[in-house]
């Protein structure tokens, strides 16, 4: 940034009296007098506009009537001095010069003189011994334009991606230096602008860490230096599946006794792994492509009953690994599963989700947390939550299982009769449904969904803002021009999509993410696209991408079923469907199938069901109460649907 010098407000006088003594006798003729101070030179330097105070103390000697301190005549004062006495005697002085103002001028060298005087000093008799002191003040400049310079990787990285700084200095000649080990520079010195390539060499760094330092910018001249905050951020190496959690069922007509999840990392380099379990019903396969196959075997399985276990998936020999564990639930029933419907019922907005790890279902009923079970449609649970006469919503439930967050706004009546809305933020367990409410929230938009990253869940909001579970805010997207109205993620390749209002709707993000970086995680946008079928006037309502994003199915006029070979989208139009269909909400199964609610003008609302080649595989007529929200059991077998205006909950088998 640049300021331009312009007039003081106030120019010091030429000359001041700091006290004048009386004479010790003689005639001026006779009297030889001197003066000496142990400076002849002062320079300070100072960076453009970067507030600065320095202060020279000056020791003089004299024989003479008095001092006399100010400007030379053949100068002009200046704006940036003041010039003080102290411990003045007879014959000896301090004389300090500040430097004020400094981050006012303009970059450049200004140069002025002062001048001490004694001798003899009456009306009618001046005679005079001087001591010129040259003044000189160095703004110069050295901007950068980051105040963090940041180096961010994977433990068992080779290399790290260099970092470039620009550099902005007019004429000033610079030297960068670091205080980091293995800091390199592509131009070391300098004249003026440059833009300098940063190299970090972490060949000799054996573990994950944070390494903090500067980078130092030396004005050459003045030998003056800033700091630009340096840090190298390796981050852990984890492993970890796809899916947070694993739900199996067996009943008498319906059966998912089988799962693949892929295994994945956040290190560049293989690693090889393993996958056990104490649960002796759990036969575990790895296959190729990092990819584990879940079997349970129902001889072994205990027998009418809800049972737990957990599978540990470790680094084989490799203790730098952060391992995982993945939660295993089987429902096993020998009843047939049935139809159900529950009526009675009040279902608050957007409150209806299966649980991801057990054979329920959560409800927001005024402000209660109602939990279900998805064959008996038992009501399991009640929990009051939020106040009275507040409706808990916006549930959000964490991939594993385990906790469970829900809003509510409440209506606050004033003492100045007026009324006033408070929004209270839960976070719900969902072992023993105790729940604490979130104080300090400070994400500014509505949260969305967990997603996850590297081995880690985020909360994500309409803005791109990612968050931590008590929604405190460590990311938003510094790019975004509009808000998403829908978000999903490619479990298996991590990769982000929303859909927006923007003349490409369909954008795709990747992210990074570094436990000890300050910045925890980063996005980046990779993607973006419109459809090649969808006219300028149409628009896509809803969309879900499959594990791996080889397939987007949307809800749109003309794009149904849109493909995606890791580089190029491709429209393939409209799914196979009866004629003059409604297509009504999207969804997906973890097996990768695409679930379309339509109306049928013939039969009422059905569920069209699409394979992985995007083949019409199966169609189920609902109860034929309109839809309001639609959701997939997480053993892919139950069909929820929040219907007849939200006060009936149809639960049907998928199979």
């Not at 994950?208 to 330092?213: C, E, K, M, P, V």
């Not at 030396?218 to 852990?236: F, S």
């Not at 008498?252 to 792994?273: C, E, F, H, P």
């Not at 999207?586 to 339509?598: C, E, G, L, T, Y």
Request: charged share 15%; with cysteine.
């Amino acid at each position: 940034m640049k300021v331009c010098f312009k007039n003081f407000l106030q120019l010091f006088t030429i000359f001041f009296l700091t006290s004048l003594l009386s004479a010790c006798g003689g005639s001026s003729s006779e009297k030889i007098y001197n003066i000496n101070a142990d400076i002849a030179n002062v320079s300070f330097s100072n960076e453009i506009v970067t507030e600065f105070s320095d202060s020279i103390a000056i020791n003089v000697t004299f024989d003479g009537d008095g001092l006399l301190v100010g400007y030379s005549p053949d100068t002009q004062p200046v704006g940036w001095l003041e010039f003080r006495t102290e411990n003045l005697t007879a014959n000896s002085a301090t004389i300090h010069i500040d430097l004020i103002d400094a981050d006012r001028i303009n970059i450049g060298e200004y140069l002025t003189k002062l001048r001490l005087s004694t001798g003899k000093l009456t009306d009618n008799d001046t005679n005079l011994v001087h001591h010129d002191i040259d003044v000189s003040l160095l703004i110069w400049q050295a901007n950068v334009n980051t105040e963090l310079v940041s180096f961010s990787g994977t433990f068992g990285d080779t290399t790290l991606t260099d970092q470039t700084i620009e550099i902005t200095s007019e004429n000033n000649e610079w030297a960068l230096s670091s205080d980091i080990d293995g800091i390199t520079f592509d131009q070391a010195t300098g004249t003026g602008d440059a833009s300098v390539k940063i190299t970090a060499d972490i060949t000799n760094i054996s573990s994950a860490q944070l390494i903090t330092g500067n980078i130092i910018i030396t004005e050459t001249t003045t030998g003056d230096t800033k700091l630009i905050p340096l840090e190298l951020g390796l981050d852990n190496q984890y492993i970890y599946p796809s899916q947070a959690s694993l739900a199996f069922s067996s009943t008498l007509n319906v059966s998912n006794l089988n799962q693949t999840v892929k295994v994945n990392t956040n290190s560049a380099v293989a690693i090889n792994w393993q996958a056990n379990s104490t649960a002796t019903w759990l036969t575990l396969t790895k296959l190729e492509n990092d990819l584990l196959n879940v079997t349970i075997d129902l001889n072994t399985a205990p027998v009418e009953a809800l049972t737990t276990a957990d599978i540990m998936i470790s680094a084989v020999d490799n203790d730098n690994v952060i391992n995982a564990t993945l939660p295993i639930s089987l429902f096993q029933s020998t009843e047939q599963a049935v139809n159900q419907v529950i009526t009675d019922i009040t279902v608050n907005n957007d409150t209806m989700l299966p649980a991801p790890n057990m054979p329920y279902f959560y409800v927001g009923v005024a402000n209660e947390l109602r939990v279900y079970h998805q064959y008996s449609a038992e009501l399991l649970q009640t929990i009051v939550v939020s106040p009275d006469a507040s409706l808990l919503e916006q549930f959000i439930v964490h991939p594993d299982g385990s906790k469970l967050l829900a809003k509510a706004v409440e209506t606050v009546n004033n003492e100045d009769g007026s009324t006033s809305l408070v929004t209270h933020r839960y976070q719900i367990n969902l072992t023993d449904y105790s729940f604490t409410e979130i104080a300090e929230a400070n994400i500014e938009f509505e949260p969305v969904r967990y997603v996850q990253f590297s081995g880690r869940y985020f909360i994500v909001t309409t803005a791109l803002e990612f968050a931590d579970d008590n929604l405190q805010l460590l990311f938003r997207d510094p790019d975004l021009t509009s808000l998403a109205s829908s978000i999903d993620q490619a479990s298996e390749t991590e990769a982000l999509y929303t859909l927006d209002s923007s003349a490409t709707p369909i954008k795709r993000y990747t992210a990074s993410v570094n436990d000890f970086t300050e910045q925890t995680i980063t996005t980046s946008l990779s993607h973006d696209y419109r459809p090649d079928l969808l006219a300028e006037n149409q628009s896509i309502s809803s969309f879900v991408v499959n594990n791996d994003e080889s397939s987007i199915y949307a809800i749109s006029p003309t794009s149904e079923y849109i493909s995606f070979n890791g580089t190029t989208f491709t429209d393939n139009g409209l799914l196979t469907q009866v004629d003059n269909a409604i297509t009504l909400q999207v969804n997906k199964s973890k097996d990768n199938r695409a679930h379309f609610i339509r109306f049928d003008p013939l039969v009422g609302f059905v569920l069209n069901i699409y394979n992985e080649q995007s083949t019409l595989v199966s169609t189920i007529q609902t109860f034929g109460q309109q839809p309001f929200g639609v959701e997939i059991s997480a053993d892919d077998k139950r069909l929820l649907i929040n219907a007849s205006g939200s006060t009936q909950i149809e639960i049907i088998t998928i199979e």
